[in-house]
Protein backbone atom coordinates (compact mmCIF):
# COMPACT_ATOMS: atom_id res chain seq x y z
CA UNK A 1 0.00 0.00 0.00
CA UNK A 2 2.54 1.93 -0.27
CA UNK A 3 2.68 4.78 -2.36
CA UNK A 4 5.34 7.08 -3.99
CA UNK A 5 5.01 10.11 -6.55
CA UNK A 6 7.51 11.77 -8.35
CA UNK A 7 7.45 14.98 -9.92
CA UNK A 8 9.81 17.81 -11.40
CA UNK A 9 10.39 16.20 -14.02
CA UNK A 10 11.03 18.41 -17.48
CA UNK A 11 13.35 19.45 -19.96
CA UNK A 12 16.64 21.43 -19.37
CA UNK A 13 19.24 22.96 -20.78
CA UNK A 14 23.02 20.96 -20.23
CA UNK A 15 24.25 23.10 -17.08
CA UNK A 16 21.07 23.50 -15.64
CA UNK A 17 19.31 22.51 -12.32
CA UNK A 18 15.96 20.90 -11.54
CA UNK A 19 14.45 19.12 -8.64
CA UNK A 20 12.66 16.22 -8.22
CA UNK A 21 9.71 15.60 -5.28
CA UNK A 22 8.71 12.23 -4.21
CA UNK A 23 5.82 12.24 -2.25
CA UNK A 24 5.46 9.02 0.08
CA UNK A 25 2.52 7.49 1.64
CA UNK A 26 0.88 4.29 3.02
CA UNK A 27 4.25 3.82 5.39
CA UNK A 28 6.08 4.94 8.20
CA UNK A 29 8.31 7.66 6.11
CA UNK A 30 10.90 9.12 8.87
CA UNK A 31 11.92 4.85 9.33
CA UNK A 32 12.54 4.12 5.50
CA UNK A 33 15.37 4.78 3.20
CA UNK A 34 14.62 6.31 0.37
CA UNK A 35 16.02 6.26 -2.87
CA UNK A 36 16.15 7.62 -6.55
CA UNK A 37 17.27 5.75 -9.11
CA UNK A 38 17.14 5.89 -13.24
CA UNK A 39 16.84 4.26 -16.38
CA UNK A 40 17.96 5.84 -19.77
CA UNK A 41 16.86 3.56 -22.56
CA UNK A 42 18.42 0.30 -23.49
CA UNK A 43 19.94 0.25 -19.73
CA UNK A 44 19.69 -1.14 -16.71
CA UNK A 45 18.19 0.81 -13.93
CA UNK A 46 20.83 2.19 -11.58
CA UNK A 47 21.51 3.70 -8.23
CA UNK A 48 21.70 7.33 -8.43
CA UNK A 49 21.53 8.22 -4.46
CA UNK A 50 19.97 6.94 -1.25
CA UNK A 51 19.20 8.61 2.02
CA UNK A 52 18.77 6.32 4.72
CA UNK A 53 16.43 6.87 8.10
CA UNK A 54 19.29 8.56 9.95
CA UNK A 55 20.48 10.91 7.53
CA UNK A 56 23.30 9.57 5.57
CA UNK A 57 23.51 9.45 1.95
CA UNK A 58 25.24 7.67 -0.68
CA UNK A 59 26.11 8.45 -4.49
CA UNK A 60 26.56 7.15 -7.95
CA UNK A 61 29.90 8.00 -8.91
CA UNK A 62 28.53 9.60 -11.80
CA UNK A 63 26.61 12.11 -10.08
CA UNK A 64 28.60 12.81 -6.95
CA UNK A 65 29.10 16.49 -5.97
CA UNK A 66 26.20 17.15 -8.68
CA UNK A 67 22.95 15.92 -6.91
CA UNK A 68 22.06 15.98 -3.39
CA UNK A 69 19.63 13.74 -1.89
CA UNK A 70 17.43 15.06 1.15
CA UNK A 71 14.29 13.94 3.02
CA UNK A 72 11.46 16.23 4.85
CA UNK A 73 10.04 13.90 7.15
CA UNK A 74 7.47 16.02 8.61
CA UNK A 75 6.06 16.26 4.74
CA UNK A 76 6.66 12.97 4.22
CA UNK A 77 8.91 13.66 1.13
CA UNK A 78 11.94 13.00 -0.72
CA UNK A 79 14.02 15.06 -2.72
CA UNK A 80 16.57 15.34 -5.53
CA UNK A 81 18.63 18.78 -6.43
CA UNK A 82 20.16 18.05 -9.76
CA UNK A 83 22.95 20.74 -10.71
CA UNK A 84 25.38 20.92 -13.70
CA UNK A 85 22.88 18.69 -15.47
CA UNK A 86 24.44 16.84 -18.57
CA UNK A 87 22.98 14.95 -21.42
CA UNK A 88 23.95 11.52 -19.81
CA UNK A 89 21.81 12.36 -17.14
CA UNK A 90 19.11 11.76 -19.36
CA UNK A 91 16.50 9.55 -17.80
CA UNK A 92 13.11 8.09 -16.47
CA UNK A 93 13.99 9.33 -12.52
CA UNK A 94 12.36 6.87 -9.60
CA UNK A 95 11.46 6.94 -6.76
CA UNK A 96 12.17 4.07 -4.20
CA UNK A 97 11.31 3.42 -0.39
CA UNK A 98 12.45 0.53 1.44
CA UNK A 99 14.12 -0.57 4.86
CA UNK A 100 17.94 0.19 6.59
CA UNK A 101 20.10 -3.15 6.33
CA UNK A 102 23.45 -3.23 7.75
CA UNK A 103 24.38 -4.00 4.17
CA UNK A 104 23.00 -1.22 2.64
CA UNK A 105 19.08 -0.15 1.78
CA UNK A 106 16.75 -2.75 0.46
CA UNK A 107 14.15 -0.95 -1.99
CA UNK A 108 10.80 -2.72 -2.32
CA UNK A 109 8.84 0.24 -3.17
CA UNK A 110 8.61 1.90 -6.26
CA UNK A 111 7.32 5.04 -8.00
CA UNK A 112 6.23 5.10 -11.89
CA UNK A 113 9.24 7.65 -12.79
CA UNK A 114 9.50 11.13 -13.90
CA UNK A 115 11.22 11.64 -17.31
CA UNK A 116 14.33 13.72 -17.11
CA UNK A 117 15.42 15.53 -20.24
CA UNK A 118 19.02 17.60 -20.96
CA UNK A 119 19.49 18.90 -24.33
CA UNK A 120 23.06 19.89 -25.64
Known amino acids: QVQLVESGGGLVQAGGSLRLSCAVSGTIFSRNAM ?11 ELVATII ?7 ADSVKGRFTISRDNAKNTVYLQMNSLKPEDTAVYYCAA ?4 LSGPVMDSWGKGTLVTVSS
Open 35 to 45: GWYRQAPGKQR
Open 53 to 59: SGGTTNY
Open 98 to 101: GRDR
